[in-house]
């Protein structure tokens, strides 16, 4: 116990462990911790059960790699979508967007990041191999690149269509409805819509 | 899994049980759960262990009220402090941005709440018998009134120093240096510690 933190032992821990959400710092997690323990007691429970079954139960699904519980995700295990169509992303969370649009029938491929030359993060480091792979079998006819449209998604996106291109496969970008510098995660959802049929 | 939530089993739960913490909605709540999955999966597991620790293991001081792992609270269990001051505090926050500022030395109580007329809620419902009893202990010879600058704060305040004050028990309340219509927890701490300084 010191005199800028009069919490003590769980407490404490508690506070600090809330500050590993994004965008929480100490005044945010103090008060997360404070109204839990004073109004939610069985809600701290919920989230501590919620977040271990999460840590431990979910992997990534072993065909588009977005999360998943199972081998394969509830995307890639329906035959009903239109397996013509493979739309590239950066992250599961951005594939949920796009999901969440209700305006692609396709399936997915999850990359693992993006290309950041400055940060020694190439094109092979992201999964190119295993997309050109995967968009090399049969069926395949269009690989839509929805990477997001930051400097860091548009060389992404280049790249990767330049490799796709080059083994004649046909690759497409997201039209540019989507504000330029906005993670695709946090963009409405009519703008992706949009931005799906007008695809160039 | 619907259109609207692509998110399946124990991520939807995730996200669910985030929404519990004050000041998070659907956006943020996915954003911290795919954030978790995606780069922070120790901090999840760190965050559910401290969460079902603090749930289970911390419970109130049974002298003071604030939050406690042990019977007594360390600033209760510490013969150090001054026993002739009493200071009352709405929350266990309170008390802890109180003792964040370093500048008082005496002992607390912490009220079940504030009076609220409109919720029936009066000053029985908050501990005041309790709080009686412990200030007419031997030795206190002041009891600091530090609810909150709400209506709701103040008439707590009036409320309490009356009835002190009948039982000849001196009542100060912290100087009007806290602004106006704030929260106690959510002051700067200078400003508290003027406040403390100047109470009348
Ligand atoms: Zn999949
Ligand atoms: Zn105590």
Redesign the interface.
């Known amino acids: 116990?010191t005199?800028?933190?009069?919490?003590?032992?769980?407490?404490e821990?508690?506070i600090?462990?809330?500050k590993?959400?994004?965008?929480v710092g100490q005044?945010?997690a103090?008060?997360?911790?404070?109204?839990?323990?004073?109004h939610?007691?069985d809600?701290?429970?919920?989230?501590?059960?919620?977040?271990?079954?999460?840590?431990e139960?979910?992997g990534h699904c072993e065909r588009c790699h977005t999360?998943s519980?199972s081998a394969l995700c509830?995307?890639c295990a329906d035959p009903e979508r239109d397996a013509r169509q493979l739309c590239v992303v950066e992250?599961?969370?951005d594939?949920?967007a796009l999901?969440?649009t209700?305006s692609y029938r396709g399936y997915y491929f999850v990359l693992l990041g993006r290309v950041s030359p400055l940060d020694g993060v190439g094109v092979q480091q992201i999964g190119a191999a295993e997309l050109l792979a995967r968009a090399s079998e049969g069926g395949v006819e269009e690989v839509i690149l929805a990477s997001s449209f930051t400097a860091e998604g548009e060389a992404t996106a280049h790249v990767l269509a330049e490799a796709l291109r080059s083994r004649g496969i046909r690759a497409t970008r997201l039209a540019r409805g989507v504000p330029v510098g906005s993670e695709l995660?946090?963009v409405d959802l009519g703008t992706i819509a949009h931005a799906l049929v007008d695809r160039r």
């Open positions: 116990m005199a800028s933190s009069p919490e003590a032992g769980a407490l821990a508690l600090e462990a809330l590993r959400l994004p965008g005044k945010s103090q008060r997360m911790a404070y109204h839990l323990l004073q939610d007691r809600g701290a429970r919920l989230m501590a059960e919620a977040l271990r079954a999460a840590a139960g979910i999360f519980e509830p995307v992250t599961p969370a594939q949920a999901e969440r209700n995660e946090y």
